[in-house]
């Protein structure tokens, strides 16, 4: 058996021990929205403009007991899904719980990710959260997934950051050290065990407290973190590497707020300025290296060109343009609701007018006929994503 083969048994034993993630099974639709998951919101995120098709496929890689898979059906009522995943025992739970909550159009597959390529025909969305990283070569991994991305598709990726994780990958060591090789239960015993006896003090104690406990109760969630048998954490540098080694291309980052270096270093114009002259990978690394603490993951879609960007930048083609509202809001209809990100937004009473006429059959002419809103507040629901553009005919693009 090849050191390769060695560790995806390790790593599906681990999964069968832990089905991960723990959710519980629900008899109805999960609640809320990750609008990551959302066929419609992403594209938009990626292009500034609504998708021209909602009959697409989705893949699921790696989708674990099936919460990601299940979001996936219910957010995209007119997609077909497949999930693939390497532990057995994850899968089953996963078609339970997509048969219990109504997600009947998916499929799943007992596959490596390496083995995707049994799987036909390719996907306009692939998801693949927290999985490359827990295979012994990721590089191979994310060169299997990339042919299944259909031109113009989007691909998107968690993996973990080494800077974030820092106290995490010495607790781990610690305690592969002391835990019977290969029972992941007594791992999770001895980590528990561990906490419990050091310093209240103890940096491990004090990270562990402020930033996972919550979510650690659960022991899927401990053995997830701390007594993972594969685990490769990245930076930019090597980030870029696996990014470069997929052939596709870097969309843009997820949680784009993270990295704006305003948020950092605003007070400071200077400083603002002398950044604005390194290149987008090495503001990213600036980035990670003043605040390591708050990078602990990776969140990012990939394209396969041409992936078309809209540019409404003129007034004209504003105007000729058809909004609807973003189906990834909570809280509408109401001047108070949370965005797609569950941002807080207070909407005027003229902007909250002109969304209540966003019916997706209007342009946006048609509607300051009704609801008169000026351009910038206009755009402005554009930036905060309250509303999808579409048009009869082409948008120019931007690039």
Same mark, same amino acid.
């Given at each position: 058996m090849s050191d390769s083969q060695a560790i995806s048994q390790a790593v599906a034993k681990l999964y069968d021990t832990y089905p991960f993630p723990p959710e519980p099974l629900l008899d109805e639709p999960p609640p809320g929205y990750n609008w990551r998951w959302n066929w419609l919101a992403a594209y938009n995120f990626c292009t500034g403009q609504k998708p021209q098709r909602q009959n697409v496929r989705i893949l699921d890689a790696g989708c674990g007991t099936g919460v990601g898979t299940e979001y996936l059906v219910h957010l995209n009522p007119q997609a077909s899904v497949v999930g693939i995943d390497l532990s057995a025992g994850a899968l089953e739970v996963a078609k339970e719980r997509c048969q219990r909550s109504g997600a009947n159009r998916v499929e799943f597959h007992h596959l490596s990710l390496y083995?995707?390529?049994?799987?036909?025909?390719?996907?306009?969305?692939?998801?693949?959260?927290?999985?490359?990283?827990?295979?012994?070569?990721?590089?191979?991994g994310i060169q299997s997934l990339a042919p299944k991305l259909a031109p113009g598709g989007l691909m998107h990726i968690f993996v973990y950051a080494e800077l974030g994780r820092w106290e995490i990958q010495l607790m781990q060591k610690a305690i592969a050290l002391l835990q019977q090789p290969g029972d992941y239960r007594d791992g999770v015993r001895v980590g528990r065990e561990i906490f419990s006896s050091l310093p209240e003090n103890n940096r491990l104690v004090k990270r562990e407290q402020d930033r996972w406990s919550m979510e650690n109760q659960r022991d899927a969630c401990f053995a997830d973190m701390y007594v993972h048998p594969q685990e490769i954490d990245y930076n930019i540098d090597t980030l870029f590497e696996l990014i470069d080694a997929s052939g596709l291309e870097f969309v843009g980052f997820s949680n784009p707020r993270n990295w704006q270096i305003e948020r950092l270093l605003g007070k400071n114009p200077d400083l603002v300025e002398r950044a604005k002259y390194l290149s987008?990978?090495?503001?990213?690394?600036?980035?990670?290296?003043?605040?390591?603490?708050?990078?602990?993951?990776?969140?990012?879609?990939?394209?396969?060109?041409?992936?078309?960007?809209?540019?409404?930048?003129?007034?004209?083609?504003?105007?000729?343009?058809?909004?609807?509202?973003?189906?990834? $809001?909570?809280?509408?209809?109401?001047?108070?609701?949370?965005?797609?990100?569950? !941002?807080?937004?207070? @909407?005027?009473? /003229? &902007? =909250?007018?002109?969304?209540?006429?966003?019916?997706?059959?209007?342009?946006?002419?048609?509607?300051?006929? $009704?609801?008169?809103?000026?351009?910038?507040?206009?755009?402005?629901?554009?930036? !905060?994503?309250?509303? @999808?553009?579409? /048009? &009869? =005919?082409?948008?120019?693009?931007?690039?």
């Open positions: 083995d995707v390529g049994q799987v036909p025909g390719e996907f306009d969305l692939i998801n693949c959260v927290g999985v490359l990283h827990h295979l012994p070569d990721p590089i191979r987008d990978r090495q503001l990213y690394r600036l980035i990670e290296l003043l605040d390591p603490e708050n990078v602990t993951h990776y969140e990012f879609f990939l394209t396969r060109p041409p992936l078309p960007k809209a540019d409404w930048c003129s007034e004209e083609a504003l105007l000729s343009a058809i909004p609807e509202i973003n189906p990834c $809001i909570d809280g509408w209809p109401s001047r108070c609701l949370f965005n797609y990100d569950y !941002q807080l937004i207070n @909407l005027s009473e /003229s &902007e =909250f007018n002109f969304l209540q006429a966003c019916d997706g059959q209007k342009n946006i002419q048609e509607i300051l006929a $009704i609801a008169p809103l000026e351009f910038s507040d206009i755009r402005k629901l554009i930036e !905060q994503q309250l509303i @999808l553009l579409s /048009s &009869e =005919f082409r948008v120019p693009s931007s690039e």
